[in-house]
């Protein structure tokens, strides 16, 4: 790995409980209680819980039911995503303060190059500390943070600060990466982890000790992938939006998805990370690609261009659902979904006071379209498609 790698400092910034902390910091009543951000009490599922709630053994992604059960004299509370996003908007310009370096990774979530504000701040775990400070004193929010040389342990870093906490990625990286399970490893899903499972090998170290050209062997190009993250490398750059020609999200599924009601929930989520970074960057597209990938690995994509651009999130949802219509989705089982806007201009050519209006209609705009959205289809228990996929494996994370 070159030296200047080495020398980078990553901070990865993660709300804790986020949507259930912002519930608890409009009603003061429910703070120390367990509240549930999710769908209907019986049909829908956990979107957040308060760290309360856990303590019954609530998680994302259960269903409603179930934690009820668990914990009958938890709060439930509806999801109301266009709060969520206010309150992002004001976590994000605190992250902008320290760099402009920030990749959003999700409304709640992202990763900050401050290798360059060193000079002007102080160490990562200083500038870690600021923000934390500062997002706590202003907002109300804890945020907890993850600090290392790159993305990939700056990620798992951050996992074990939760919650409100700091944790940075010791010198000797081995002692921290080496104990970890390999569930924790970036694209490493059920069907991998059985496979490394079946291998022997149940930790990063396990999977430190297998050669290179075995992994390439069993697992392909991934087996490359693997070997570099058992070293704890990843030469990713974080990537502010600013600099790229298109804003998309896709994700892959910890198992197929075969039913066209849970493909359009999980659009709908992907849509729900697009739409907002349109937003922030000011801009429109002409372009929305719809990427599908199937259990065979196949992948297709399909586009439409819309010339007058597209901006909204009811748009983007309707075209993605005829885009989903012209691919074999639902007939063939999928692993992947993704959605990308493209040909990016920017939203408002005016200046001064008319532009700040019609960026503040625009933004209303999206807010409601979400809201109407999430009313028609909220039943289905919306839901952040990582946590949908990760309901099979129960994990607790946030
Ligand atoms: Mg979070």
Redesign the pocket.
Known sequence: MDKDHDNKTILHL???A?YASVEQLDDPTLRGLPVIVGGHRMRGVVCACSYEARNFGVHSAMPMSRAVRLCPEAIVRPVRMSRYQGVSRQVFAVFGRYTDLVEPLSV??AFLDVTGSRRLFGSGWDIAEKIRYDVRQEIGLAVSAGIAHNKFLAKLASEQAKPDGIYQVPEQVDAFLLPLPLKRLWGVGPVMLRQLHSLGLQTVGDLRNMHRSVLEKRFGQAGGHLYRLARGEDSRCVEPERSIKSIGHEDTFEYDIRDTDTLQVVLLDLIERVAPRLRRKNVIGTTLTLKVKYSDFTTVTRSKTVAAGIRHADEMYKLARTLLDKTEAGRKPVRLLGISLSNLTAAGGGQGLLFEQEKRQEMTDLEEAMDRLRELYGEKGICRATLLARRQRGSSG?
Request: hydrophobic share 30%; net charge negative; glycine share 0%.
């Open positions: 993660d709300m804790d986020f709640d979530e946030d």
